[in-house]
């Protein structure tokens, strides 16, 4: 493979940087213990594929989301609630694509999910509801994100390109202490991955040409619409991951920051 000549990296957020499924776990915790938590039921909202890292129009990870970070101790009711939650943003995500609903940034279909997972945990309290709609900006780290992120932007300027909202995006670098030369939300774009216009901002932030870019994602589907509008792509595998498939063909495949930085030629 032709070495890749790049200007910046652009790095997803949700599922490549933080763990997404983690941190619900334990907004939905403290909403309701594990062994009070009842079953939301077989009548919940239909899969979709963009919450915890799903392909669009799939389940995904968000049905797989989960057996590294902490969900073997998390109780089963805990694990329909997390599920409840990703199918209700992912649901809604895939409405505002197919321009079913008007665009809604990302921590108003947060307090929407936390008040169905809240009714279906049979939670009345305001303030609870409203605690765990906030759990989803208080998303930890993986373990080599923060390293990671300072290793590669050592040698290029780093982009964070999140389908979260202004405000949620500041509130998840602010706890996971990720460390950007420039924040990009959907928001500005008003819509979501994997819109093209989302990509669109980190071409014009940057002010490069897109095969100038190389977007960095765990999420095969977020990987393939960069690529639809000539961004370059690295695969960075991570538990809650959409991974690749025999057809994809993306420029680099890594098994974390580390290896991803190494592969960069940045020592």
């Known amino acids: 493979m032709a070495e890749l000549k790049i200007d910046a990296v652009v790095f997803d957020v949700l599922g490549t940087l933080v763990d997404e499924p983690a941190g619900l776990r334990a907004g939905l915790r403290a909403l309701a213990p594990p062994s009070d938590t009842p079953s939301p039921g077989a009548g919940g909202p239909g899969a979709g594929g963009l919450g915890a890292g799903g392909a669009p129009g799939t389940v995904g990870a968000a049905g797989r ?39 809604l940034p990302s921590d108003l279909l947060d307090r929407e999910a936390a008040g169905v997972v809240a009714e279906a945990a049979g939670v009345e309290d305001p303030a609870a509801v409203e605690a765990l709609a906030r759990s989803a900006r208080r998303l930890p780290p993986w373990p080599d994100t923060v390293a990671g992120l300072a290793r590669i932007g050592g040698g290029f300027p780093l982009i964070g ?27 500005d774009a008003r819509t979501y991955k ?28 977020d990987l393939r619409g960069a690529q639809a509008l000539g961004l370059r792509t690295a695969y960075v595998a991570r538990p809650v991951g959409d991974p690749p498939t025999a057809a994809d063909r993306f420029d680099l495949h890594a098994r974390d920051l580390t290896d991803l930085a190494e592969q960069l030629g940045l020592s």
Do not use: C, F
Request: hydrophobic share 40%.
């Open 161 to 187: 390109l999140s389908n979260a909202s202004r405000t949620a995006l500041l509130q998840l670098n602010a706890h996971a202490g990720l460390r950007w030369h420039q924040a990009l939300s959907a928001e």
């Open 65 to 103: 989301a989960g057996k590294a970070d902490g969900a073997e101790s998390a109780g089963p009711g805990t694990e329909r609630l997390l599920l409840l939650w990703q199918r209700h943003i992912e649901r809604e995500q895939r409405r505002v694509l197919d321009g079913d609903r008007p665009y």
């Open 194 to 221: 994997p819109d093209p216009a989302v990509y669109r901002l980190a071409v014009t932030g940057s002010g490069a040409p897109p095969e100038r870019l190389l977007m960095v994602a765990a999420h095969a589907w």
